[in-house]
């Protein structure tokens, strides 16, 4: 029993490129594993994940579309302007950002000599093998929290694919230049895991998403079209003219992202088609 537990732990540490005292981000850079007193956080995304973990007090920076995780934390910008001057002054232990986020601006930051740690999300695994890399880094006390979620969207990805399987689904980011889901993204991922279909699969696309015209939406006929602007219900009324019949659902932005709140995402989806 002993010797696998061993190999068990042996396997998630290669997972994780981790070494003794050390965790590698997304881009291969090695960082200390240790306590990290002053973060700043440059997506909402991210910042959802460090309060679930536990961590809100240590955070020092956010952008302005972020949670607040406490009274002291400043905005610094946004997604992809943050106020490179202002995360300097405040002299962070540690910048959290995605891979998908300015690479100039990364690159300012790190000429400027602040540690900036990348997390990369292709796939909706990652959003626990991130929860379990930053646990290493932060030295979190334990990793309960990850592993209950990690329960909680098996439970629920197996109760939405009993009523969405095989079911074609597009994800609207915009309208009418229609940002969706590209086959190389987290979400793309969901939809696969629910036994659905990603419509935009077939699009290439190196991004997270793709964009397409009303000409292609039409053609690829989604049973379910998911909305993420906060005005769904003037976006539903201009595609219904199209004679487009779909079954409509709104996300909020900030729920469909990579973090611990795809849960209330799922939740959302299932009700709407469960009418419960």
């Known amino acids: ?70 009274d002291k934390a400043s905005i610094v910008g946004g997604f992809y302007d943050p106020d490179i001057e202002k995360i300097v002054s405040l002299k962070p232990d540690i910048v959290f950002m995605l891979k998908a986020g300015s690479i100039e601006n990364y690159y300012k930051l790190i000429k400027l000599g602040i540690n ?23 030295k979190l006390p334990n990793t309960n929290k990850v592993q209950e979620f990690k329960k909680e969207l098996i439970k629920k990805t197996k109760a939405l694919s009993e009523v969405i399987k095989d079911k074609k689904i597009l994800v609207m980011y915009s309208y009418p230049l229609i940002y969706t889901a590209s086959s190389n993204s987290y979400v793309a991922s969901l939809i696969r895991s629910t036994g659905a279909i990603n419509v935009s699969d077939t699009l290439a696309s190196t991004y997270q998403t793709v964009t397409i ?37 709104y996300i909020p932005p900030q729920i469909i992202a ?19």
């Open 1 to 70: 029993m002993k010797r696998l537990i061993t190999i068990a732990l042996l396997t998630i540490l290669s997972i994780f490129n981790y070494s003794y005292g050390k965790v590698y981000d997304s881009i291969g850079k090695e960082f200390e594993e240790r306590k990290y007193s002053k973060i700043i956080s440059l997506a909402p995304s991210i910042t959802e994940t460090l309060m679930f973990l536990g961590i809100s007090n240590e955070i020092v920076g956010i952008t302005r579309y972020c949670p607040k995780p406490n």
């Open 213 to 249: 015209g009303i000409e292609t939406l039409i053609k690829l006929s989604p049973d379910i079209i998911i909305i993420t602007e906060p005005y769904y219900k003037d976006i539903e009324k201009e595609i219904r003219k199209l004679g487009i019949k779909s079954k409509f659902i």
């Open 258 to 276: 990579p973090s611990p709140l795809i849960l209330m995402a799922l939740d959302i989806i299932h009700s709407s088609l469960t009418n419960k």
């Open 116 to 138: 900036v740690f990348v997390l990369d999300y292709p796939s909706i695994d990652d959003i626990e093998n991130n929860m379990l890399k930053l646990s290493m880094l932060l």
